[in-house]
């Protein structure tokens, strides 16, 4: 496709489940990024995936939180046993190399009840 | 600690003005800057990037970089009512991932 995809768009769930959030990055971004938004807050980085290097898992919050990206390509955000607090918008990113812009996907609206 | 500074705002400004947002940035090594806008219950897209000291004008949009004082600020000229969002400022330091700014968000008024 033209630009970043993130599946679901919308994701409600139950305390104490697990959830999966998946992005497509555009073809050809070595570099893709995870974020997350609160309601009227700034963006909170997650995750950071630069080619065939280590990820950078600076910026996940706790042990539940996990990501993954399969050959260089789609990327994959699990939330285990989820909290309330997890409930945000999840906003993956992916760019041409590392100093480049970003590209932004639609997010995922996360709400757990 | 790296750190990007905004001013949360709201800033409003009567339409046809100029609208000036700024940034300031700790990591005085820092390289890349840009400016993204995010309107509301929408992802953020890139408006300007910038990456040498003094003006880069596109359009009603000039971006403004002084390396020495670590600020980066951003004008819109002729503002209309469709600029209204939340603009984030994001700083490259070297080697570094992106340092976001929590954004300014403008409200222009009719």
């Known amino acids: 496709g033209a630009g970043v995809s993130q599946s679901p768009s919308n994701k409600v769930t139950e305390k104490g489940k697990d959830v999966e959030l998946r992005c497509d990055p555009i073809s050809g971004h070595t570099a893709l990024y995870w974020y997350r938004q609160s309601l009227g807050q700034g963006l909170e980085f997650l995750i950071y995936f630069q080619g065939n290097s280590a990820p950078d898992k600076s910026g996940l919050p706790s042990d539940r939180f996990s990501a993954e990206r399969t050959g260089g390509s789609v990327s994959t955000l699990t939330i285990q046993r989820t909290q309330q607090e997890d409930s945000a918008v999840y906003l993956c990113a992916s760019s041409p190399g590392q100093a480049e812009k970003l590209f932004f996907g639609s997010g995922t609206q996360l709400s757990v009840l | 600690q790296k750190e990007v500074e905004q001013n949360s705002g709201p800033l409003s400004v009567p339409e046809g003005a100029i609208a000036s947002l700024n940034c300031t940035y700790s990591d005085r090594g820092s390289q890349s800057f840009f400016w993204y806008r995010q309107y509301s219950g929408k992802s953020p897209e890139l408006i300007m990037s910038?990456?040498s000291n003094g003006d880069k004008e596109d359009g009603r949009f000039t971006a403004q970089l002084n390396k020495a004082s670590q600020y980066v600020s951003l004008l819109i000229r002729d503002s209309q009512p469709s600029d209204s969002a939340t603009y984030l400022c994001?700083?490259?330091?070297?080697?570094?991932?992106?340092?976001w700014g929590a954004g300014t968000k403008l409200i222009i008024k009719p």
């Open positions: 994001a700083v490259r330091p070297p080697n570094y991932q992106l340092i």
């Open positions: 910038i990456y």
